[in-house]
């Protein structure tokens, strides 16, 4: 350490402070509470799952908490519309296919198999 | 096929979270990919160590459950990028954890990583067993004291009978890793040696690290001592000890000097920083 170092060093404490009063701050909220970040991270999957098959392996999800804001970021590849058909392959959920077949025939592109 | 190293003591607080974020570091910082696994499922802490805790999405418990994959789980640290996090759940209960999920997950890290680090909890239960369950080495952290010391030897009895390679009538390579070991109060007669140590566990040195405010510091800013500060003596330990794990095993093992306290150091009757 040189006498430079030794006048600049103001100590690691306050970092240390600060990251234990953004983390607790967050599990104390969250001890007794359903896991925001979850629920918000599995409603968004199903909802683009409802429209697009969603490859477990191709979803890339990241997150940085912080004191006033969190970034939630969820990352996944959409096959294009025609190369790839659609998540809805039940009976069930024929009117989105349909409208995604629609959609797809509108654009000019091959229907893919598993829609029909 | 990469190595399962567990890293456990028995005794907590001796310092088994660090010395997995130092070692495990130091290792990745050579292009060798590294992974570790939090095992204290509850009372997680490596992500904290390593800096990583606003990142946590999923954890072991969710990649064992199939809730989500393991390359979602595992956090890439961001600056060695071949060392990867799996963080322990916070919330979930420890019976969550299986064997066979265990297995699996360090059975698919095997095949990806150069190393596997499994940071155990203190104790002997359940969480404990399942840490060292698949080791092919073990890290025993020790302190040159003597609740310490009695714990390791339990830990070493556990690991020459509870872990897969045992009951396969294979061993687990063991290794005293020294932590904490303050060379004024060893010289003073105050602490056990290192030969103290050696002797009664009968298990090699892997080494010593010596106390140093470096390691704190490190904590602190949530960075593994051997990144923050690679000139620090207790960092400098941690990476020779990287390269005895890594095979160096003839690398000599040097016992801490008392550091050298400057004339100001002495007058504000402070220890010496670095």
Redesign the interface.
Known sequence: ?NLLDFFKRRG??P??RE?LQ??LAY?RK??DQP?L?AIL?EEIMAVIAKHVKID??Q????????ERM?TLEIDIQIPNLGAVATAAKDAAAAKDVAVAKDAAVAKGAAVAKDAA | MGKVVVVTSGKGGVGKTTSTAALGAAIAQTGKKVALIDFDVGLRNLDLIMGAERRVVFDLINVTQGTAKLSQALIRDKRVETLFLLPASQTRDKDALTEDGVASVIGKLREKFDYVFCDSPAGIERGAQLAMRFADEAVIVTNPEVSSVRDSDRIIGLLDSKTAKAEKGESVAKHILVTRFDAARAARGEMLSIADVLEILSTPLLGIIPENQGVLRASNVGAPVTLSEPTNAAARAYVEAAKRLGGESSLPVAVPLMEKRGFFDRLLGRRAAA
């Open positions: 350490m690691s404490a970092v240390a990251r953004v983390l599990e969250n001890r896991d970040v991270r477990q392996e979803v890339q999800i990241a997150m940085d908490r912080g969190s």
